[in-house]
């Protein structure tokens, strides 16, 4: 990568960021994302919060995937269908940059936009901090995990927004993709395969494509470097799929 | 600077453009006209890079648009058909972007950004969302974004539109004074518009182009061109008619309104000249028979006449958006 396409990518994630916070998007996003996740760790479960009895976030994190699941659609859904809309993609890809600039750049600022959004919970860090003596590494962990979920759920709905212009169909067709990656891991929805008699290894081979499995890990404190692989490349391929899709629309 | 060869676009079974091929210098202003969905849009898109051709080449400043894209963008400034931007930016957000994407940094930002908005009158809605502006402000901006790297290639699409009749004339007078430059392709409905600001025109019609030439070659094809009109007090229509008969260069005549003190009579020229030379005969023959001539005047001939009648009535041929 040289200079000038960092640059183009730096000014592009730029003006899609700033986008961001010059509507009320960013600002309802994130008050919805922190009163979700903050009414399902202290409220739900069967062991919320308080009741657990422990100092660690597991009752934090393990709604991530759920919320996450019709939040971050509902942020990338207009990254490319808006520019179609708009018509402002042809203004976008006749710039001396190349598609892949652009298809970056605009991920990479919603993902930074993201990563606001999971900062803004630091206040449950400090709190569990104050009540006990939680395992800070672990902690850290899981928000990398949840951080790198996150870009897998945009990634996908980067993908389903260049697909149509319509804002809903994209949003719908994000959650759905990204709701069976989740299922597919499951616990429930493994013990069901197994009673039906699919044997184990297809099972396996399912449920290491889900985002469940691989979450699971960073919720533990693990960094597995497979884990880690396994989310950078649902992002490469969702990204590369969206240039291919890009390219196929140009082409008529 | 700009060169098109053999360009070609197929939308599935459909040919949007069929074999286009054309040059453009830098100091020429080239017209772009044809009925809707001719390919004029498609055509620009190809040459802008925006859609790839089904074949044929496109190069810009030596550079081959699908080779090297980069290096052709970079010399191209394009105002796309609706003038589209970033709704939720303000003017100078807008324009700052642009300019930054195009390369530039610090102080030539700067001064690029003011130069535009100077250029293009956008002093008074500078840091206004974009999405409160009128259509004419709009449009200006979109403009100013084309032309905000001082690009040595324009390719405007109806730039004119939805501006008002002063707004128009400012960006005629913009564009011509940029033509003298740059190389400009810019598209239009408005045929006068091609006559105020083109050093030459071609018309497309479903794809290929069926007329090419400065507007005064074009317009000198008109059906009317060079027709004669005059008008004739205190003699009546049959005597002129009669002595009109007499007149080398006149093809037919016709009466075209019969007054008690005037008539009104359309003459024809044998050959399609507007060199005066009936003009010149129906005078010497005025003189000698002492009529009281009103008016003689040769007809230019019309483009928008000449563009119907070489473009065909079809409006099946929409254009796929």
């Known amino acids: 990568m040289n200079q000038s396409s960092l640059g183009n990518i730096t000014t592009l994630a730029k003006r899609e960021l700033k986008g961001y916070f010059a509507s009320p998007v960013a600002y309802v996003f994130i008050v919805i994302f922190l009163l979700l996740v903050g009414f399902f760790t202290f409220m739900l479960g069967n062991a919320p919060f308080f009741k657990l009895g422990q100092a660690s976030l597991d009752s934090f994190f393990k709604w991530h995937p759920w919320v996450f699941l019709f939040l971050v659609p509902a942020i990338g859904m207009r990254v490319w269908s808006e520019e179609r809309r708009l018509g402002t993609i042809e203004l976008l890809l006749t710039m001396p940059i190349t598609a892949w600039q652009a298809i970056v750049g605009k991920f990479l600022a919603s993902w930074a936009f993201l990563l606001l959004t999971l900062i803004c919970t630091f206040p449950i860090i400090m709190t569990v901090n104050y009540l006990g003596k939680p395992d800070n590494g672990v902690i850290f962990g899981a928000y990398v995990g949840s951080f790198l979920m996150a870009g897998s759920y945009l990634a996908i709905s980067c993908m389903t927004s260049a697909i149509t212009r319509n804002q809903v169909i994209s949003f719908i067709l994000s959650c759905v993709i990204c709701f069976l990656l989740i299922l597919c891991g499951y616990p429930p929805v493994t013990e069901f395969l197994t009673t039906l008699g699919v044997s184990q290894s297809l099972i396996e081979t399912i449920a290491s494509l889900s985002f469940m499995t691989h979450f699971d890990a960073f919720q533990k404190g693990i960094l597995d470097f497979r884990d880690l692989v396994f989310f950078f490349s649902v992002i490469g391929f969702s990204l590369f799929t969206t240039g291919v899709i890009l390219r196929s629309h140009r082409a008529g | ?321």
């Open chain 2, 1 to 321: 600077m700009i060169k098109v060869q053999k360009l070609r676009k197929e939308f599935g079974p459909k040919v949007a453009v069929n074999s286009l091929s054309f040059e453009v210098e830098r100091g020429e202003v080239l017209g772009f006209l044809g009925p809707n969905g001719a390919g004029k849009s498609t055509s620009m898109r190809m040459i802008t890079g925006f859609i790839p051709p089904t074949d044929g080449k496109v190069f810009v400043g030596g550079f081959d648009m699908i080779e090297n894209p980069i290096p052709a963008k970079r010399l191209i400034g394009y105002l796309p058909e609706n003038a589209p931007s970033y709704n939720d930016m303000t003017v100078h957000g807008f324009l700052s972007f642009c300019a930054e994407i195009r390369g530039l940094r610090g102080e030539d930002l700067k001064k690029a950004v003011h130069r535009v908005v100077e250029m293009c009158f956008l002093e008074n809605v500078l840091y206004q969302s974009i999405d409160t502006l009128s259509k004419g402000y709009r449009h200006r901006t979109c403009l100013a974004q084309s032309i905000i790297h001082d690009p040595e290639v324009l390719i405007l699409d109806e730039p004119t539109d939805g501006l008002d009749p002063n707004q128009k004339h400012e960006v005629r007078q913009l564009i011509k004074r940029m033509g003298e430059k740059k190389a400009i392709i810019f598209s239009t409905h408005i045929l006068e518009e091609v006559e105020a600001v083109c050093s030459r025109a071609m018309i497309i019609d479903r794809g290929e182009i069926v007329a090419n030439g400065t507007p005064d070659e074009l317009k000198a094809k008109a059906d009317r061109a060079g027709v004669v009109t005059l008008i004739v007090g205190g003699v009546a229509g049959s005597v002129v008619m009669e002595k009109l008969g007499q007149v080398a260069a006149a093809r037919k005549s016709a009466v075209v309104k019969e007054e008690s003190s005037r008539v009104v009579i359309r003459i024809y020229p044998k050959t399609q000249c507007i060199n005066g030379e009936l003009a010149h005969q129906i005078s010497d023959l005025a003189t000698r028979e002492k009529w009281r001539v009103e008016e003689l005047h040769t007809e230019e001939g019309r483009l928008d006449e000449f563009f119907r009648s070489i473009t065909l009535p079809d409006t099946k041929s929409e254009e796929t958006k």
